[in-house]
């Protein structure tokens, strides 16, 4: 099967005064039509610059994407120009931006907003535009959508809003949308709602989805498969059921652990022990010579100063640790 997305080596970079870090450090990653990949691992760690580098939006400067592929339908969109990866961008590939209260503009209705994607890419005129807008806010669910569409951001409530950024996100029906942090500062039922509407859209329009999270319940919930980042690198790949059954790199095993769960020695259930990863993650502009989770890490050994690579462990999982 040819891979909608195969991502080589990405490198994305941020220039500062004491330096340069490297946010995506040789990033591999490859996905199929109608695959949804879990993204995760701690805030910092280069979910977010990933899914910006694929739609090219890496802020320059101070960012630059320094080398690699990013190949979509076997066309790698670092090569084309401007012109037509703003033609591919709210098309064929689409995102829904974390902080949908930031991302979508103050001072213009609903309607004009999300009417938008449609007089850019389908050439409507304002009325068609703005009819078929309303029609988007009905399929991701907002109730009485033609008023709503009347709305300015700030009158909406936070599922509201974030179904808004999704009716974006799918008007031109992509065949890949990035999501990041889709269902951030929501109550569980609107969360709910959410997972549920992306696994329709992935079933009935076929679209491949990386869901960017560091919450492990959504993708235990939703994904196929997920990829644990660190430091800029992806430290283990699997399927999803696998990776909870069985995980294999330290980081991985630490994340778990810190998921909350209730104390089963306690009659009442109800003192939590969270679990805690020592250490902070390092600098990327002084990263430590080998593994970048040497410093945090229980099972350190000295080989661990001389760096893995990412490994087959076999036909389905990948892990870099020498442990493994």
């Known amino acids: 099967m040819s891979k909608l997305l195969e991502i080589t080596g990405l490198r994305t970079v941020f220039q500062s005064d004491q330096g340069e870090a490297a946010a995506v450090d040789g990033l591999n990653l490859s ?33 630059r994407i320094a ?48 009417g938008e994607v449609f007089r850019i890419h389908k050439k409507m005129n304002r009325r068609d535009a703005r009819d078929a807008a309303v029609q988007m806010l009905k399929k991701v669910g907002i109730p009485a959508a033609e008023q709503r569409a009347r709305d300015y951001p700030h009158q909406l409530s936070g599922g509201m809003r974030q179904r808004v950024m999704i009716a ?73 059921a696998d990776l909870f059954e069985q995980p294999l790199h330290p980081y991985t095993i630490g994340l778990l652990k810190s998921i909350p769960r209730p104390n089963p020695d306690k009659e009442e259930s109800r003192d939590f022990r969270l679990h805690v990863i020592p250490g902070k993650v390092p600098d990327l502009r002084k990263l430590p010579p080998g593994c970048r989770f040497q410093d945090r890490c229980p099972e350190f050994d000295p080989i661990c100063r001389t760096a893995p690579e990412l490994k087959p462990i076999n036909a389905n999982r990948l892990v870099r640790c020498w442990m493994r």
Do not use: W
Request: aromatic share 2%.
């Open 67 to 114: 080398s690699g592929s990013v190949l979509f339908r076997g066309t790698d969109l670092l090569k084309l120009s401007e012109d037509d990866m703003r033609a591919v961008r709210g098309a064929d590939i689409s995102m829904i931006f974390q902080e949908p209260m930031t991302s979508l503009n103050p001072v213009f209705r609903i309607e004009d907003q999300v």
């Open 168 to 240: 974006m996100a799918l008007a031109c029906d992509p065949e890949l949308m990035l999501a990041d942090e889709p269902t951030t500062a929501l109550d569980v039922t609107i969360q709910a709602q959410i997972l549920d509407l992306m696994n329709d859209i992935r079933q009935r329009l076929g679209a491949g989805i990386i869901l960017i999270t560091h919450d492990l319940g959504v993708v235990a919930q939703t994904a196929d498969r997920v990829a644990v980042m660190y430091a800029g690198v992806i430290v283990e790949e699997s399927p999803v």
């Open 31 to 63: 996905m199929n039509k109608g695959e949804i990949v879990g993204l995760v691992g701690e805030s910092g760690c280069g979910k977010s610059v990933t899914a910006l580098s694929i739609m090219r939006l890496v802020q320059s400067p101070p960012g």
